[in-house]
Structure formats: structure tokens, C-alpha cells
């Protein structure tokens, strides 16, 4: 990114949803003459004019690639790392292993307020990181440095939160099933009573990491 007085102003508040906000019918782009950014929406027939205006001068606009769901993850398991209280640790490790990670993630901090803004301003610090980066990378000419400065990168590494699994790469909840069924197919009739108040506790634990 470079920064010229002549340039216009971006909309930055606007360009921090565009950037966070990675829907597949959903596309962005920056007006590089008066900095404000153009959401499109496939499925909004109203968002014709802008379609065609912008395929009409295309050296004006510059589309924005938000931050992917992966690299949102990543920032997930960052802030995991981060987590001082091993007991929430533990829980949000659970958490964001498998489908609904984002969900379960959000659900999880609902009952810690604390590290709940802990978390907005963690993600909101990464999301800088990147878009800045991004500006940088496409070497866009802007009015003025962005408001957020240059943040810097949190001491957690950008590295793959090792999570606890079964065998052959299980996750914790496809390791309770397992353990389940061996439970069921090799005890004898006569001891499944007691059985089933053990594979009781166990589907009392398998919401939490409910896929």
C-alpha cells in the first residue's frame, strides 16, 4: 500500500466487513477513485446496474478477497492457544474440532464474557494484520494509512492447535462412538446393566463435540 493526499479516503469500517465477511454469492470490490467499497450479491437481481458499471471500468474497481474460512480458523486455534484457563482450553479445543467449529466456538464463549471480547479484539487484530497485508500486496494507493496502524502478530504462532485424538486420527467424537460399539459387542448379556450406565455418561458427553 502506498499513501498519496490526492487519493481518496477508503470507507475502512466498510472494508472490514468486506474483508471478514467470505460468503461465496457475496463480492466486493474497492471504487479506487472515491474509496467506497461496491457489495454484490448474486442473488439480488437490484445489483444488476452495479454488475454492469463495474464491468464498464474495470481498472477503477479492485476486488476485495476477504479472509477464508481457513485462515479464519487459524485464527480460532491461535486464540485457543492463548486461552489461560485450562478448563475453557479444553472445552474450545473440543469445540472447533470437526463441522459447526465456528458455531460451537461462538456457543462455548457465550458463557465467559471476559474472554468473549477477548476474542473480538484478538480476531479484529488478525483481520488488520491481513488486510493490511493484502494492500500491500496488490500495492493499492490510498489517502491515508489505515486507522488501525500496523498491529502486531500475537505471540502465538500461526500453527495447526494439536487437538486430542482417537485411533488412526479419530476425533473425540468418532472415538466415544468407537469406544461405544466395543463396549456393546463384547461384554456378555448378563453384564450390560452396568454397561449402560457407563455408555450413559458417555452420550451425555458426545454433544459437546457434536459434529
Known amino acids: 500500500m502506498r499513501v498519496d493526499p490526492s487519493a481518496p479516503n477508503p470507507d475502512w469500517s466498510a472494508l472490514e466487513t468486506a474483508f471478514e465477511h467470505n460468503a461465496p454469492e457475496t463480492h466486493s470490490y474497492l471504487d479506487l477513485e472515491t474509496g467506497e467499497v461496491v457489495t454484490i450479491v448474486d442473488s439480488r437481481p437490484e445489483d444488476d446496474e452495479k454488475r454492469g458499471q463495474i464491468r464498464q471500468s474495470m481498472n477503477r474497481y479492485v476486488h476485495l478477497d476477504p479472509a477464508s474460512s481457513r485462515e479464519q480458523y487459524r485464527w480460532m486455534e491461535r486464540f485457543v492457544a492463548s486461552v489461560e484457563d485450562d478448563s475453557l482450553r479444553e472445552r474450545l479445543v473440543l469445540a472447533i474440532d470437526g463441522k459447526g467449529a465456528f458455531r460451537r ?15 473480538f479484539s484478538y480476531r ?88
Not at 479484529?124 to 488501525?148: Q, T
Not at 463396549?183 to 452396568?194: G, K, T, W, Y
Open 124 to 211: 479484529a487484530n488478525l483481520l488488520h494484520i491481513y488486510i493490511n497485508g493484502w494492500l500491500r500486496m496488490k500495492d493499492i494507493v490510498l489517502g491515508e494509512d489505515p486507522p488501525w496502524g500496523k498491529p502486531d502478530q500475537p505471540p502465538e504462532p500461526d500453527v495447526p492447535l494439536e487437538k486430542p485424538v482417537g485411533r488412526r486420527g479419530e476425533g473425540p467424537t468418532e472415538t466415544l462412538r468407537s469406544k461405544a460399539k466395543e463396549i456393546v459387542e463384547q461384554l456378555p448379556a448378563l453384564e450390560l446393566p452396568a454397561a449402560i450406565a457407563y455408555l450413559s455418561f458417555l452420550v451425555e458427553r458426545m454433544p459437546s463435540v457434536q459434529e
Open 105 to 119: 466456538f461462538k456457543d462455548v464463549l457465550l458463557s465467559y464474557p471476559v474472554e468473549r471480547d477477548r476474542w
